[in-house]
DNA sequence: GGATATTTCCTAACTATATTAGGTTGGGTT
DNA sequence: AACCCAACCTAATATAGTTAGGAAATATCC
């Protein structure tokens, strides 16, 4: 019984079950142990958490990494939404515990969601984008890969008709926005945009209903 | 007490704590009753979840409509957009809530959900996207939106440095892409792209690593 | 090789949570 | 006045996580 094989245990239960699955008296009765041994591995339950986060954020790290090797731009950003889409249909539990708890989390969680952060950063770099451009442009392509796979995974588009053809079609999107990218004083980027920047928005006022009281 | 009561108090609960933070004991807790006498108004604690998922729903879905009437296109899109980081700054917990689990849960849920996704939809329409891209255009939007709210929310941005100029630019990303929405055979839309369609993706393979097991 | 230290597992016990069973009470109805 | 039922209660049970402390196996050191 060693700390690797208690996470990959977990793991698994993870991506089988889902969250409200992984109990620490699950992994030990699996494991055919007593639910207090497991401590004697993992600090707790949220030392396994712990775990699974950095182990899902090295995951993605170095399969990020792998996939953008040898391209660049578009090329390098299709493969890589290949290849993270492949990591969330394999481990859609790991890539989950991933999403939530990034800040107030332990400094290690800290430092492999960052490490995750850069390699997506490096991968932008390819495009004629301003500098100070770069972060936002990273957040918004991570953001709406992020967020299709997230809705994928949860079923969140209803039927499931033609789920590939939208990826590929949010890709596309993807790489079009961030081929025309443009920074909000004038035209920085190579091509012209194609259809100006229409009006800022207005901060528009929303009410919160009786939500909550 | 009354099941709205039940309700309002666990959202307050879950906005305020987030997830692990909402046990049906802090809710009797807090309301001066014993854990016991809740099964009176809602079904146990599935029950609850299941109401303020569909209370998060409703919400969502009342306040993109409401933020849409009366504009079209980017107009729209862009108070739609304004409107929803709203509410996930006044309701985080609420809206942690709503993504997870749509898939698999009750009828009411799937219906609250799929009010929300029409609603969404509606608001493409005005858009020269073909009827049949619609859906993947949507997909793209929502997801981008969604993506962006998740990652911020979560704190996955890192240093929260200038977060509102990245939300900015990735609305004005999703408007870009989608006024220059393509058709995978042809050219549909009014504009053209920007830079043609390049190469369609191969499918890349990849390894799951060690991961689980 | 034998004494010792460390690792790894165990049982026992405690806490919190969700949940069920069944009792009490008071307001409103016939 | 008798009744019903809505809304609360206490008591009891099951499961999870966790701590304390002990026993056995394994590694380490002289």
New interface residues.
């Given amino acids: 019984m060693t700390r690797a094989k208690v996470v ?1 245990r977990a ?2 239960i993870l ?1 089988a079950g889902g969250p409200d699955a992984l109990t620490l008296s699950r992994v030990a009765r699996e494991l055919g142990v007593r639910p207090p041994s497991l401590f004697d591995h993992i600090e707790g339950l949220p030392g396994l958490l712990r775990a699974l986060r950095i ?1 899902s954020f090295e ?1 993605q790290t ?2 990020l990494r792998a ?1 953008a090797v040898g391209r660049s731009e ?2 390098a950003l ?2 890589v ?3 993270y889409r ?2 969330t249909t ?2 859609p539990g ?1 890539y ?1 515990i991933s ?6 989390d332990a400094p290690e969680v800290q430092r492999a ?2 490490a995750l ?1 850069s390699a997506f950063l490096e991968i932008l770099r390819g495009y004629a984008i301003a500098e100070d ?1 770069l ?3 990273a ?2 392509a ?10 994928e995974a ?5 039927l499931a ?3 590939d ?2 990826f ?15 920074s ?1 004083i004038g035209g920085w980027s190579s ?5 100006g ?5 207005r ?2 006022r ?1 009410r ?2 009786e ?3």
Same sequence: chains 1, 2.
Avoid: K
């Fill in positions: 990959d793991t698994r991506d182990r995951a170095e399969l996939a578009d090329d299709r493969a939404a290949l290849a492949g990591f394999a481990h790991l989950r999403v939530r708890t990034y800040v107030g969601a960052g952060l451009e972060v936002h442009a957040r918004f991570r953001g709406a890969l992020h967020g299709f796979l997230t809705l949860e079923g969140g588009f209803g008709t033609n789920v053809a939208s590929e079609r949010t890709v596309d999107a993807i790489c079009r926005a961030l081929g025309t990218w443009t909000p091509a012209s945009t194609a259809r920047r229409p009006s800022r928005p901060r528009a929303m919160s209903a939500l909550g009281r």
